[in-house]
């Protein structure tokens, strides 16, 4: 196993951070100080550590489902004391959210201890699509639904090519399905608002072949194998 995914795995690092921390010479195997990036180890085997402190192998594998609710940050810990989606699970060493949803935004969140499944949910070269149901001001025009799915710029980077599914139309508000890979910051929002569509409601409501579903707001759920093993 390569030791940047070991890390991730087993800690609060992810691996990018791991590799970092390998580069800065943080990363010890053995009692020998590694640098080099790819480096294997045997789990079973190899003593890992993290200055002076060793990383424990996490066997003990959990995946959830959350239906996150409004005004919940996507984070372990809120420097200003805000209310975490950690709140609404189990305290269990290393769980983390997979991505993120924003403070406004409700619906499908997963949370895992495995930095593996993480990585293949977010990473962009896995191209994870989510889908999203979305409420926006207005009426959107066919033109503006072609560019949107097409890609536009934003904060000078294009953005990847998405669908959307006209659900309702009307003068006053479009209901919208959207499918996207891409997840950058408040993406969707800054998508409609460039053509002066501000989104009034968002919700998740699939992230690969894993659904919401009926699950009610504010609960959460184990995934089953199948959706572990899905994507």
């Known amino acids: 196993m390569r030791i940047n995914k070991f890390i991730s795995s087993n800690s609060k690092y992810?691996?990018?951070?791991?590799?970092?921390?390998?580069?800065s010479g943080s990363i010890s195997i053995n009692g020998r100080v590694v640098k080099k990036l790819g480096t294997k180890i045997n789990p079973e085997k190899d003593i890992?550590?993290?200055?002076?402190?060793?990383?424990?192998?996490?066997?003990?594998?959990?995946?959830?489902?959350?239906?996150?609710?409004?005004?919940?940050?996507t984070t372990r810990k809120d420097e200003l004391d805000r209310k975490t989606v950690m709140s609404l699970l189990p305290k269990i060493k290393n769980l983390k959210p997979v991505g993120r949803l924003d403070k406004d935004t409700e619906g499908l969140l997963l949370l895992t201890n495995d930095?593996?499944?993480?990585?293949?949910?977010?990473?962009?070269?896995?191209?994870?699509?989510?889908?999203y149901f979305a409420k926006i001001k207005g009426e959107l025009k066919s033109e503006e639904k072609d560019k949107l799915e097409k890609g536009i710029l934003l904060e000078n980077k294009k953005t990847t090519p998405a669908k959307i599914k006209i659900l309702k139309i009307g003068e006053k508000e479009t209901d919208l399905k959207i499918t996207m890979s891409e997840?950058?910051?408040r993406q969707i929002r800054k998508m409609f608002a460039y053509f002066d569509h501000p989104v009034k409601y968002l919700k998740r409501i699939k992230i690969g072949k894993i659904h919401l579903g009926p699950l009610k707001k504010g609960s959460y759920r184990k995934l089953s194998n199948s959706e572990i093993n899905a994507y």
């Open 14 to 23: 992810s691996r990018r951070k791991a590799d970092e921390l390998i580069k």
């Open 48 to 73: 890992v550590k993290i200055g002076n402190k060793k990383i424990k192998s996490n066997s003990d594998k959990v995946y959830f489902a959350l239906n996150k609710p409004k005004n919940y940050i």
């Open 115 to 131: 930095g593996e499944f993480i990585n293949r949910h977010t990473h962009p070269a896995f191209k994870c699509q989510k889908e």
């Open 183 to 185: 997840g950058r910051k």
